[in-house]
């Protein structure tokens, strides 16, 4: 079983900066990794799958990176509304786990 | 638009029974693999268990393998999560959630429910 690991578990950035979440999986999984956004009561969001495909509707803002086990979220200009946690998630076996979060909050 | 609308949370106690439902709409229901995801109170997301578009496949997790019955009624345009002899942790909000790609069941979640809750106390 594959197992993500996120890191840092939070990260503290004034709006406007950018911020880079980093997502490692435990052995490959090619380019089958997914990000999520989930704010506080909410459902989570599909913000970038393919590892560097952004979803419907994602603004430009938000970039992903990366193959094999090492990947990241870039944020390049915080805004308002982007502290939330973000997830990845492995689909290249079952089964596709999350990992643990990282949490962006307000510098 | 899609929309997928979870019910039948609440209160239970230690190993009883509850069955979730999310009834789907906006988007041709067959084709689409579908899924549940749980979030523990402050925790993170948790894969619970996954279904193909003609209930061909089933997955689940290790930590409800033989507790829980993953389900669909295409016709109903439905999903179910049949969870018995429950437990404190799975005390959880269950969100459904549909994966990205038709006929593809190994695929990202690009459409969630609003999530019901469930609580397992005594």
């Known amino acids: 079983e594959i197992v993500m690991t996120q890191s840092p578990a939070t990260l503290s950035v004034s709006p406007g900066e950018r911020a880079t979440l980093s997502c490692r999986a435990s052995q490959s999984v090619s380019s089958n990794l997914a990000w999520y956004q989930q704010k506080p009561g909410q459902a989570p969001r599909l913000l970038i799958y393919g590892a560097s495909t952004r979803a419907t509707g994602i603004p430009a803002r938000f970039s992903g990176s990366g193959s094999g086990t090492e990947f990241t979220l870039t944020i390049s200009s915080l805004q308002s509304e982007d502290f939330a946690v973000y997830y990845c998630?492995?689909?290249?076996?079952?089964?596709?786990?999350f990992g643990q979060g990282t949490k962006v909050e307000i510098k | 638009e899609v929309q997928l609308v979870e019910s039948g949370g609440g209160l239970v106690k230690p190993g009883g029974s509850l069955r979730l439902s999310c009834a789907a709409s906006?988007?041709?229901?067959?084709?689409?693999?579908m899924n549940w995801v749980r979030q523990a109170p402050g925790k993170g997301l948790e894969w619970v268990s996954s279904i193909s578009s003609s209930s061909s496949y089933i997955y689940y997790a290790d930590s409800v393998k033989g507790r829980f019955t993953i389900s669909r009624d295409n016709a109903k345009n439905s999903l179910y999560l049949q969870m018995n002899s429950l437990r404190a942790e799975d005390t959880a909000v269950y969100y459904c959630?549909?994966?990205?790609?038709?006929?593809?069941?190994?695929?990202?979640?690009?459409?969630w429910g609003q999530g019901t809750l469930v609580t397992v106390s005594s």
């Open positions: 998630q492995q689909y290249n076996n079952w089964p596709p786990p």
């Open positions: 906006g988007f041709t229901f067959s084709s689409y693999s």
């Open positions: 959630a549909r994966s990205s790609a038709e006929w593809e069941l190994l695929h990202p979640f690009d459409y």
